[in-house]
């Protein structure tokens, strides 16, 4: 928490600020919780915050990791998990000074650049802005004119996260109406901004800015007012455009009213034939309003308009984003959102301008982000895998066995991925499984069952052998992958460990060799066996009793049979 000008909270990234919460109000004051309590204490000999929760059953947590993510969480016991209350920064204006100095960031800027300069400055940059990079911020117009004491003014705006004050800002007053505030200012030939603010501790202040106002974000309903300095000819403008608004809305208000009553009967009229009209409209036509938003398609998760999605021409759920779209996402393709490096290209990060994460390829292949990243991540880390007890993981591997059943029966089209692992296995926020990385996936023609290839890709320890070998792949070849996963996922080991007693043999060896002398449950992880039943582990022991799907069960079986990892297997 910086004090400096009025308190506020910051994260930083080394010493570089990363996000900063509004002046005056506290990051822990955005939860609604029930017996949720903060306190906040700004007086001479303290500035400190703090919260708690009047119920003692209820466990939370407050997490920043190292994408600098700053994360609430309760202890969910239902489901034994944790479930994520808020997090920040959330949006692509939540980054500090996204738009450099004297201007604000508009998130809600779906169709132009989020960045504006505040009244009175311009681009600094205008070549920058077109490529959607506000870095650079922005510059006083009329800069030549001098606006001390010779006409300027302030212009008022609404609904602010309001600049950083740490900078140039001081809390000039306590308890000073809107006009005095106003009048301290304009006194003060340095002063660039003030605002008559709700200050925690202190009551009504008078906030002011002696230099730069930077990290500015308009919000949509709630905010403060900031009234920003300009000179007399930019403040002349204003002037006439807000008296010139006033006059259109009078008359277009006049105008509403008079159709309005006029076309009363008329309306009531057809009102009554669109009601009965819509009682004899069939199924169908629905089905096709829905194909035809082609430009604007609305869903749960955020809508986007015509110039972030093109018409795909194939199928209405199939998004396409304008390049424009994902170069502004991507801040350009920046070092900094770069993920990681896959073996089609490297993958990077980004924000859409309606909130939602993706990652993405360099062939422009869009996915969701998951934020938890890849299986491999939990199972293989001492520490992170006891986060994942025996329940989540059979989640895990039942969500991972759904996800294959849906590429080989339930697809539209037969899919064999031919490279399944637990690092292309990603996590979202909840830890649901989400299968990736399609890169070396073959699609199947009607009533095709297998393939040959005489170049072989794919990750070894996780091929089948007949497709290692002879280069033969199908579904049993995507289900051979699941069993050494569903392996690694019970043991906490990769495939390619060796052990002590016979360092020639991977866990699949290991396995059977421990099958082989009635030890199979020794595989399991130690992080786990508090956590789990013999019953339920035996289940995925057996042959015969694994209790994923029955499908799954079935080619599970019949592939490890085919492929002489268990010849003395019978299937009953």
Known sequence: MNP????????????????????????????????????????????????????????????????????????????????????????????????????????DNINKFECMCLPGYEPKSPRDWIFRDGSEGCVRKNSGLSMCKNGEGFVKLERLKLPDSSIDGALIGTSMSSSECEQACLTNCSCTAFSSTNIDGKGTGCLAWYGELIDTLQFTDEGSELNVRVDATELAKYIRKSKGSLSKKRKLALALVSIAVSMFPVSFLAYIWLMKKKKKKKKGTVKRKVHNQSLHITSTKGSFEGNELKDSGTHPDLLIFDLSCIVAATENFSPTNKLGQGGFGSVYKGLLSNGQQIAEEEKMLIYEYMPNKSLDSFIFDHTRSSFLNWSKRFEIIIGIARGILYLHQDSRLKIIHRDLKTSNVLLDAEMNPKISDFGMARIFKEGQTQDKTTRVVGTYGYMSPEYAVFGKFSTKSDVFSLGVILLEIVSGKKNSDSYQEHPSLTLIGHVWELWREDRALDIVDSSIKESCTYDSMSGLAKPTQLTISSKIAETVMLSQVQTNLRPNWTIK
Request: glycine share 8%.
């Open 4 to 107: 400096n000008g009025s308190p506020q909270s910051f994260l930083y990234n080394g010493s570089t600020p990363y996000w900063r919460d509004s002046p005056g109000n506290n990051v822990f004051t955005e939860t609604s919780l029930s017996g949720f309590k903060f306190f906040f204490v700004n007086n001479q000999d303290e500035m400190s915050a703090y919260y708690s929760n009047d119920d003692p059953s209820i466990m939370t947590r407050v997490v920043l990791d190292n994408t600098g993510l700053l994360r609430y969480l309760m202890w969910d016991d239902g489901v034994h998990q944790w479930k994520e209350q808020w997090s920040v920064p959330k949006y692509r204006c939540d980054k500090y000074g996204q738009c450099g100095p004297y201007s604000k960031c508009n998130p």
